[in-house]
């Protein structure tokens, strides 16, 4: 389906761009809509991922097939770059990330020089890797992985959902629409079950298209500005009431606070982005193809491609001095280098690559 492979690629740019942090003064609307429509990219793949397990396993599901593949090809993966990436922590001088974080849910595991003799202390590496590898925490997008595994094992729920009649289906998702707005994001996007509830409108938004796929694609295309111009409306409510540029996030999903407009944007945002994809299926854009392709690779790449990218002199000279034109450029190298990477992974290892990069 070439719609949704330029959707995926449609979707890993804008993640990409969402963690490319430049210096950058958001003082006006404009900038701040921009910014808040860029950030929560993930909510893309949340609903694709929808899509996909009703268009293709609702007549035909077998959880342990399910499980069996999304285990060496997602989870794999992500156990191979997160202890490779834990490794660079151990052996070069940069603090792990989210050390000593207080108040998180992140526990203490032996922090305090448990550097100091490193093979005295395999059973503390090895508790503190399971901790980094439970949270998603490594690096900052990874805590994804350990959510949409979560997720991939409630299948059998979703698919129960999938077959309700119309009617209790359109309840449920409005339903759970309302109860995202008011749960937020986890703080720091550690608690996986807090994670769940906020993502599950998008899921069952992917589901529904993807029962109805049929007769909503022409609807979907046809209407998809339409899609696109509530988005930016949504986008423009958070940024003229709400002093967060960004995705909402809160500790406890029972306190009530704000509402969310986000996952009411990217809900539009995702239908928008859909109906374009399927206007630019009748063009061939080999560009878009390689990137979707490479799309799993280049979101577990991407953040340690930023994170050198911070610290190189060389990327830093060429960078633009006006803002946005600095952000674009971010943008286009970290996309650049990472998918050189990934590619060169590919190149050395073949078939092999799918169990390490997911590619």
Request: proline share 3%; with cysteine.
């Amino acid at each position: 389906m070439v719609a949704f492979d330029y959707f995926r690629a449609i979707a890993i740019l804008i993640i990409i761009a969402g963690h490319s942090n430049v210096p950058w003064h958001i003082n006006t609307l404009a900038e701040k809509m921009l910014v808040i429509m860029v950030k929560g990219g993930t909510s893309l793949f949340v609903f694709v991922s929808g899509f996909f397990l009703c268009y293709r396993y609702a007549k035909d599901f077998s959880l342990s097939t399910f499980m069996a593949a999304k285990t060496k090809f997602v989870l794999l993966p992500y156990v191979i770059i997160t202890t490779l990436g834990y490794a660079f922590y151990l052996w070069s001088d940069a603090d792990l990330p989210f050390y000593q974080l207080s108040g998180s849910g992140l526990p203490n595991i032996l922090w305090d020089h448990v550097w100091d003799h490193v093979w005295d202390h395999v059973w503390d590496h090895a508790q503190l890797l399971g901790t980094y590898l439970l949270y998603g925490k490594i690096s900052g997008a990874y805590w994804y992985i350990p959510f949409i595994f979560c997720v991939f094992l409630l299948s059998p729920l979703y698919l129960s959902y999938s077959r309700a009649n119309t009617r209790l289906r359109v309840v449920l998702l409005l339903f759970a629409f309302l109860v995202s707005s008011a749960v937020h994001r986890p703080e720091s996007n550690l608690n996986v079950i807090h994670s769940i509830v906020y993502f599950t409108p998008l899921y069952f938004l992917g589901i529904n298209v993807g029962l109805q796929w049929q007769n909503l694609k022409q609807p979907i295309e046809r209407f998809c500005l339409v899609f696109g111009a509530i988005a930016l409306v949504l986008a423009g409510l958070q940024a003229s009431f709400s002093d967060v540029v960004d995705n909402l996030h809160k500790q406890n999903m029972f306190t009530l606070t704000s509402f969310d407009y986000m996952i009411w944007q990217k809900a539009s945002l995702s239908l928008f982005f859909l109906g374009l994809c399927l206007r630019l299926q009748r063009f061939r854009l080999p560009a878009l193809k390689t990137v979707a392709s490479a799309s799993f690779a280049l979101y577990f790449l991407h953040e340690w491609v930023l994170m050198a990218m911070s610290n190189s002199a060389v990327i830093t000279e060429f960078r633009p001095s006006i803002e946005l034109l600095s952000w674009f450029y971010t943008i286009a190298i970290a996309l650049g280098i990472s998918l050189v990477i990934a590619t060169s992974i590919k190149f050395v290892l073949g078939l092999k690559s799918r169990y390490v990069i997911g590619w």
